[in-house]
Nanobody
Framework: QVQLVESGGGLVQAGGSLRLSCAASRISVSINAMGWYRQAPGKQRELVASISNGGSTNYADSVKGRFSMSRDNAKNLVYLQMNSLEPEDTGVYYC??????????????WGQGTQVTVSS
């Protein structure tokens, strides 16, 4: 069973920084596409950043230039470096991957989430 465990969330003032980590078990982050999502209160979960198995990254327009996603293949971790945080970045941040489940089916895996709160 794939497991994803996030850490690094917390309370920070606007303009501050946080680095989130996602530890993956039973998959290798070096060869799998991974993503960071967030869900603000009363809003749908949205994709914030992703990294392909080839290492290419993509970001939501709202975080471009402020957030950076990376991975440490040796430690099997993915990171989300968040700079210049804004109150609008507040939410629960989730690590995500999709795995082939056989028979042409795919399965989503999510971590438990880590809370990020940005005060104004």
């Amino acid at each position: 069973q794939v497991q994803l465990v996030e850490s690094g969330g917390g309370l920070v003032q606007a303009g501050g920084s946080l680095r989130l980590s996602c530890a993956a078990s039973r998959i290798s982050v070096s060869i799998n596409a991974m993503g960071w999502y967030r869900q603000a209160p009363g809003k749908q979960r949205e994709l914030v950043a992703s990294i392909s198995n080839g290492g290419s990254t993509n970001y939501a327009d709202s975080v471009k230039g402020r957030f950076s996603m990376s991975r440490d293949n040796a430690k099997n971790l993915v990171y989300l470096q968040m700079n210049s945080l804004e109150p609008e970045d507040t939410g629960v941040y989730y690590c995500h991957t999709v795995q082939h489940a056989g028979g042409g089916q795919f399965r989503d895996y999510w971590g438990q989430g880590t809370q990020v709160t940005v005060s104004s």
